[in-house]
């Protein structure tokens, strides 16, 4: 499975879009986009994937580049309890593991 | 929704004692999964699980054992819990669509944070 790059913090205004990157330069093409956040002391959540379109869903969008080697993660419009740790991974469709990363650690002012 | 059920979020245990850490899911999934967390080292795999009684060690399986013997339910066993077995310890299930080849999405449970003292 490719590598991710996250920045490892960052912080939105409550109400604002959180825009969260992701470069995985070295995706391949069976390989899928999938984020993921985890709340402190819970466990990790589903948010979102997709493969080469844009994908959206009650919780957020995904925009993959068109070369596919980055994404962003949208949350359009952050409140206090999005104040998270986003994990992008990447995995091809077929993989098992889901393979974790640091992530980013989003935390979202009043 | 899918729903991953651990049995404990809390557990302390004394060193050198058998511990069980259980798991349940109830939408029929296929595969399943054993993580621990610990600061500074993000998610580790330690085994899974893709059927009835068939299980893979992932990164981390020293010093731990499972058990699937039915559908629903992955069991993970430290047969002799040691100190630095302390760490979150979270399950995850997911399905398999044959059809497309493709596993999908993975669901965790909350976390069973396990204390060995």
């Known amino acids: 499975d490719a590598k991710t790059t996250q920045p490892t913090s960052m912080d939105c205004a409550e109400g604002r879009a959180a825009n969260l990157p992701c470069n995985h330069s070295?995706?391949?093409?069976?390989?899928?986009v999938y984020w993921y956040r985890q709340i402190h002391s819970q466990g990790p959540q589903y948010i979102i994937h997709?493969?080469?379109n844009n994908e959206t869903n009650e919780m957020a969008s995904l925009i993959i580049t068109e070369d596919r080697k980055s994404s962003t993660l949208i949350l359009p419009h952050a409140t206090l309890r999005d104040t998270a740790v986003y994990y992008c991974?990447?995995?091809?469709?077929?993989?098992?593991?889901?393979?974790f990363g640091p992530g980013t650690r989003l935390s979202v002012l009043p | 929704d899918v729903k991953v059920t651990q049995s404990s979020r809390y557990l302390v245990k004394r060193t050198g004692e058998k511990v069980f850490l259980e798991c349940v899911q109830d939408?029929?999934?296929?595969?399943m999964f054993w993580y621990r967390q610990d600061p500074g080292l993000g998610l580790r795999l330690i085994y899974f699980?893709?059927?009835?009684?068939?299980?893979e060690k992932g990164d981390i399986p020293e010093g731990y054992s499972v058990s699937r013997e039915k559908k629903e339910r992955f069991s993970l066993i430290l047969e002799s819990a040691s100190t630095n077995q302390t760490s979150m310890y979270l399950c995850?299930?997911?399905?398999?669509?044959?059809?497309?080849?493709?596993?999908?999405?993975?669901?965790f449970g909350q976390g069973t944070r396990l204390t060995v003292v």
């Open positions: 939408m029929d999934h296929e595969n």
């Open positions: 070295t995706i391949s093409g069976n390989e899928y």
């Open positions: 995850a299930s997911s399905l398999w669509v044959g059809t497309a080849k493709m596993n999908t999405e993975a669901f």
């Open positions: 997709g493969l080469k």
């Open positions: 699980s893709y059927d009835v009684k068939m299980k």
């Open positions: 991974i990447v995995r091809v469709a077929y993989g098992q593991n889901f393979v």
